[in-house]
């Protein structure tokens, strides 16, 4: 230590805090700068082609006729059907891996390979997706392949988030329950998860939010280019928001490059409503917990 | 919880119901229902993506789906019975062709329209005016040293040239390949590919030292940001146009493209009436999209092939520059 240090150590310290201060501030600023150009932008473009019709219409190879509908449609399906698919079994599987599950190497390897799963790129759970559900099980380039594509890479984000937010809740909680002579499985259903709820249901929807925007999974197990009807049943084939809004995007034409700035206003709107739906649900489960 | 799970599932139930509600606004013109698959080649996209547009006005209960693999990814799935139609902008090959029979798997061979594969450069590009086969072959045959622009003739720039064009995949690497450097898929390969000639046309259209090729739409929706280069087969330099790819002048680039039917998949109804809607709308739609109509008497032998479910390929293997399609078609 120098005399230095000794002298004036609050002048160096604030100096430290105002130039980390200044930092934080200007990196913040940098990211929403560059978040407010490019939503900007997008808006500029596609505000004009933005229309009821643009929604209630098919894609078209003449820019001003173009519409959304079908990749709408195929993507409510798909989300829907993803929900359905990975939630129930995400909370469960994290449910067995916190609260039964002895711990031990088993369980740490499971641990290991579930973080590792959540890392794989997308492209290869579209590889598996292609090769295991389109080509094994015959359900050919149908919603159903899509939303189990998709479940199997949204699994272990839901996992993880679903174990964290169990692991959260206080032991004090299990233990009271099992005093009083609670099973483990009303200690669970009853105390467990509602407490663990806000936190499983945040990883619940950043997962979607994840999974309706991915395109590479999609265009691996061949999610189709043009396609203008709805689809009807989970064995329809379809087409989904990115994949149309990449579509319109390599296009030559100028106007086409607008009608893709729409599209890609109606997946942030898409997007937007997931997440607010996910902050009001969680704000609705927390203020219910009382112990 | 459960009451959130309970809000989970409707949450769910209602996007569905949502989804599913779309289509009752459909308007009713024909009955007929069904599904019609396509997949293959970009080049042959835009025809096909226009003709299942205007289908879809008259008989909109039929399902037709269009994607983009190239004309080799469409044949893998073609082959094991994936799909019932595939653009084609080359003949199948014979290796196609021993997969299809392997999993007992027949094709219609239908020619559909003209395409003059076209060589282009950046529009702010003054140098090039023309370019001889022998100097594409130069270009892109398999190991070649053209690094800079002034490799191909000295007195242009030294400056690297960046080259583009269809992925391995698509048909028209293949026929490129053949008729520049004499064997299909030898060509190097260092240049930037995709089978969407989309992304080609942007590449090129920002980048002043690119040369590429594609199919000639892909040129005609972008004559302000590209400029074609003339190409000397021999007798001169010939730019590709309407006019000379349907006149033959514009060689060796210029060549049939297909669609391959499944005789299988015909006996459905929807798909004969779609295959049937194509033939005649065929004439009109392939000019608005940029590509060259066949003569009409090449359509009505395409129409009397499918109605007499003529199996095989009269292009596969074949050297057919040069020749009339009407005549190969006669002859088949």
């Known amino acids: 230590m120098n005399n230095s240090q000794w002298k004036n150590p609050g002048d160096r310290r604030a100096r430290k805090e105002r130039l980390f201060k200044g930092c934080a501030i200007g990196l913040t600023t ?14 500029v473009a596609g505000f004009s082609y933005l229309s009821l019709d643009f929604l209630t219409s098919f894609p078209s190879r003449f820019a001003h006729k173009a519409g959304i509908k079908s990749a709408l449609a195929g993507s409510f399906w798909l989300m829907g059907l993803v929900f359905l698919i990975s939630v129930p079994l995400g909370i469960a599987s994290a449910i067995y891996l916190e609260e039964y599950n002895r711990k031990g190497k088993l369980s740490r390897f499971i641990e290991i390979n579930i ?43 839901i996992i993880i988030a679903a174990r964290e937010a169990i692991r959260a809740v206080p032991k004090n909680i299990r233990l ?116 | 919880m459960k009451r959130l799970f309970i809000t989970g599932l409707s949450l769910a139930g209602f996007l569905i119901l949502t989804a599913c509600g779309n289509s009752a606004n459909n308007k009713s013109i024909s009955s007929l229902t069904g599904t019609v698959k396509v997949d293959g080649s970009s080049t042959v996209f835009p025809i096909t993506e226009a003709v299942a547009e205007e289908f879809g006005k008259i008989y909109p209960k039929v399902r037709v789906t269009v994607g983009i693999s190239g004309t080799g990814g469409g044949f893998k799935k073609y082959v094991i019975g994936e799909t019932d139609i595939n653009d084609a902008s080359r003949p199948i090959k014979g290796s196609e062709i021993k997969k299809a029979t392997e999993n007992g798997i027949e094709f219609i061979e239908l020619p559909i329209a003209f395409d003059g594969l076209s060589v282009v450069v950046n529009r702010a590009n003054n140098w090039v005016d023309q370019l001889t086969v022998a100097e594409l072959n130069l270009i892109w045959k ?37 008729a520049i450097n004499g064997k299909a898929q030898s060509c190097r390969s260092d240049f930037s590919k995709s089978e969407d000639d989309n992304v080609l046309v942007q590449g090129i259209a920002g980048d002043r030292y690119a040369l590429g090729f594609f199919g000639f739409a892909y040129y005609q929706e972008n004559t302000d940001k590209l400029k074609v280069v003339p190409i000397d087969g021999g007798k001169g330099p010939v730019a590709p146009s309407v006019t000379t790819i349907n006149d033959g002048s514009y060689q060796p680039l210029s060549r049939p493209i297909f669609i391959y039917v499944k005789p299988e998949s015909a006996k459905r109804e929807e798909v004969r009436t779609f295959v049937n809607f194509y033939l005649d709308h065929a004439p009109e739609l392939v000019g608005e999209v940029g590509y060259v109509a066949l003569p009409t008497e090449a359509y009505d032998h395409d129409r009397l092939r499918f109605k007499d479910v003529k199996t095989g390929s009269l292009f596969s293997g074949k050297e057919t520059i040069g020749l009339k399609i009407e005549d190969i078609l006669k002859a088949g």
């Open chain 1, 30 to 43: 940098f990211s929403l700068v560059i978040l407010v150009v490019l939503v900007g932008h997008v808006v």
């Open chain 1, 115 to 157: 973080a590792n799963l959540a890392g794989v790129p997308s492209i290869v759970y579209g590889i598996i997706g292609l090769a295991v559900f389109v080509r094994f099980f015959h359900l050919q380039r149908s919603l159903l392949a899509g939303a189990l594509t998709m479940s199997l890479l949204i699994l272990p984000v």
């Open chain 1, 176 to 291: 009271g329950a099992y005093a009083l002579g609670a099973t483990r499985w009303q200690t669970v259903i009853h105390h467990v998860l509602p407490a663990a709820a806000p936190g499983i249901l945040t990883g619940v929807i950043l997962a979607m939010s994840r999974a309706l925007g991915e395109t590479a999974p999609l265009i691996m197990i061949g999610a189709l280019t043009y396609v203008a009807f709805v689809p009807a049943g989970p064995m329809d084939p379809f087409t989904a928001l990115p994949i149309q809004i990449f579509n319109w995007a390599s296009r030559p034409q100028a106007e086409f490059h607008e009608v893709a700035a729409a599209g890609i206003i109606v997946l942030l709107i898409f997007l937007l409503v997931l997440n607010s739906a996910a902050v009001w649900l969680r704000h609705r489960a927390s203020k219910k917990i009382r112990w």
């Open chain 2, 142 to 178: 398999a190991g070649s040293h053209v690094q800079q622009w002034s490799d191909i003739r000295p007195e242009w720039p030294s400056k690297p040239i960046h080259l583009f064009g269809p992925g391995t995949d698509s048909g028209t690497f293949d026929y490129f390949t053949e």
